[in-house]
């Protein structure tokens, strides 16, 4: 009996579902890369972790800058990351049986991007602190190597200029200088009656200037046994004092704004960088994974026999 030529498979129907076999998602390999990824990033970043200790010695004066530490562990990990989803994607491109090297590129592609899903995931929530015992190397390695980013842009922010917090009052000179000049001559109450003056003075209504200077002229007298005049020409040398350190203050503030602005922006970039290396790194390893036709067809006849 002749076959219908409705049944019969036309050559342009063959062609379509070929091309639709070789394109179809094979899931099990992007899971199979993604763990294989996972696990020699975390083998890449303990190495890197020895490597650092062993750097490290017991004289302060022998360990390299800390700058140096933190920009070698941020080379690390990115080279590492690059290093793990070039394995990650060979493994995924060969698992995933696609003989065309563009399908199995994807596949690496798509272990990279579940990679880094996971170490996200792992690096933001709870979960990675669940996972105790054994695993508790691993968590921590991931999370440190993760938080490089941050801590570097931090180390940065430090290192260029003082933290906003640790800019100095610009009344606190003032007011020790006026403890000190009057201790031992009058009480405790007229010293912080002194002090109090003073800081009203400066940090008091500007339209109550006159008056706040012509009291605090008569603390300081009282408080040190001295004329008013002369009370009155310190008085004018704190005002000095206090103006040259607030524009200090001013100009290290802003260093450290800029400084924490500039360093931000320069993690941000690396990491988008590091995140292109990565995924240009799965891609390549599943193009270079992806089996042959001829070694496909050898290993279905090696299965029939």
Do not use: C
């Not at 083998?43 to 800058?65: K, T």
């Not at 994807?106 to 880094?116: D, E, N, R, Y």
Request: aromatic share 4%; glycine share 12%; proline share 4%.
């Amino acid at each position: 009996m002749a076959a219908s030529p409705i049944l019969s498979p036309t050559p342009a129907a063959s062609a379509d579902v070929r091309t639709v076999l070789l394109h179809q998602v094979s899931w099990g390999a992007i899971f199979a890369g993604a763990v294989t990824a996972l696990v020699s990033q975390v083998i890449l970043n303990m190495v890197g972790v020895g490597v650092g200790l062993s750097s490290v010695g017991a004289h302060a004066a022998d360990n390299p800058a800390a700058s140096t530490l933190s920009l070698g562990a941020g080379l690390w990990f990115v080279a590492s990351g690059v290093v793990a989803a070039l394995a990650g994607g060979l493994i995924a491109g060969r698992l995933s049986g696609k003989p065309v090297a563009g399908a199995a590129g994807l596949h690496g592609l798509v272990s990279w991007a579940v990679t880094t899903l996971v170490v996200l995931y792992l690096l933001t929530s709870a979960a990675g602190g669940l996972i105790g015992g054994a695993f508790s190397g691993v968590t921590s390695t991931l999370g440190g190597a993760g938080s490089l980013v941050g801590g570097t842009v931090q180390t940065a922010a430090q290192a260029a200029a003082p933290s906003l917090s640790k800019i100095a009052n610009p009344l606190d000179g003032i007011e020790q200088t006026v403890r000190q000049q009057a201790a031992g001559q009058d009480p405790q109450a007229a010293r912080d009656a002194a002090v109090a003056a003073i800081r009203a003075l400066f940090t008091g209504d500007p339209a109550q200037k006159a008056e706040a200077e012509t009291r605090a002229a008569d603390a300081l007298a009282k408080a040190q046994g001295i004329p008013a005049e002369q009370a009155k020409a310190q008085i004018q040398d704190y005002r000095k004092q206090y103006d040259a350190a607030v524009a200090s203050a001013k100009q290290k503030a802003e260093a450290a704004a800029l400084a924490t602005k500039s360093a931000a922006t320069q993690g941000a970039f690396y990491g988008a960088l590091a995140l292109i290396l990565g995924a240009l790194a799965g891609f390549l390893g599943g193009r270079l994974g992806a089996p042959k036709p001829d070694t496909l067809v050898a290993g279905y006849d090696a299965r029939r026999a």
